[in-house]
């Protein structure tokens, strides 16, 4: 059970560092999605914005936590 005051429709702002591209991807997406649907909709937003270097749909994909993020505990 979710604590008071979750609420996984609520949207979150996250930057996505994909290697090879100049700078991160910025979406925003729900805190109740999960890890493969937060991939697809990073990976549509890059394509959707024609970055380069392309991406492979077909490819696997993984998030990786920065050490450089912050968090709210």
Do not use: W
Request: aromatic share 8%.
């Amino acid at each position: 059970m979710q604590g008071p005051g979750y609420n996984k429709d609520a949207k979150v702002v996250i930057n996505v560092s994909v290697e090879g591209s100049p700078g991160p991807v910025r979406t925003m997406v729900k805190l109740g999605c999960t890890v493969e649907q937060t991939i697809k909709l990073v990976v549509n937003k890059y394509a959707e914005e024609g970055r380069s270097p392309k991406l492979d749909h077909n490819f696997t994909f993984e998030l990786h936590q920065s050490y450089f993020s912050l968090q709210c505990k």
